[in-house]
């Protein structure tokens, strides 16, 4: 799971939909991987305006990853700062995957485990998930 798909997830249980301690969800005994990417400053330069700045410093800071700006970059990204801003953006985003571990919601304390780069969000019955059943409508019932 790379690390950008993160900053726009949050818990599934119904009752954390309005809390704002459900987002992000937070990292524990991540194991993580670097893959390497081409390097893309469009892709980073269109998506940055898309991300939750906050989200992306307490997830960084929560993994290790010391080198990224308190505030969200702005500007051309053409002096050399810039594009070294831009490069551990990179890195930190599209090349860095969690392979195992969890992640779990500051408010109802869930946790959803990854495995294999894969998080599971399905719910158990108590916590609004339908279980066994494919049709919500039918499971209703």
């Not at 392979?99 to 500051?106: A, F, L, S, V």
Request: aromatic share 8%.
């Amino acid at each position: 799971m790379k690390l950008l798909t993160v900053n726009f997830l949050t818990c599934a249980v119904k009752a954390c939909k309005t809390s704002t301690a459900s987002f992000p969800l937070h990292f524990k005994d991540a194991e993580l991987e670097q893959r390497e990417i081409d390097y893309n400053p469009t892709f980073l330069q269109n998506i940055l305006p898309r991300l939750d700045w906050d989200a992306i410093s307490i997830t960084a800071a929560e993994l290790g990853f010391n080198n990224i700006p308190a505030s969200k970059p702005e500007g051309t990204f053409e002096s050399e700062e810039e594009q070294k801003v831009m490069q551990d953006l990179h890195t930190l985003l599209l090349e860095t995957e969690v392979m195992e571990g969890k992640m779990i919601c500051g408010n109802c304390g869930h946790e959803y485990r990854i495995k294999e780069g894969i998080a599971n969000f399905l719910l158990p019955n108590h916590l609004g998930g339908f279980g066994h059943c494919f049709s919500p409508i039918r499971c209703m019932a």
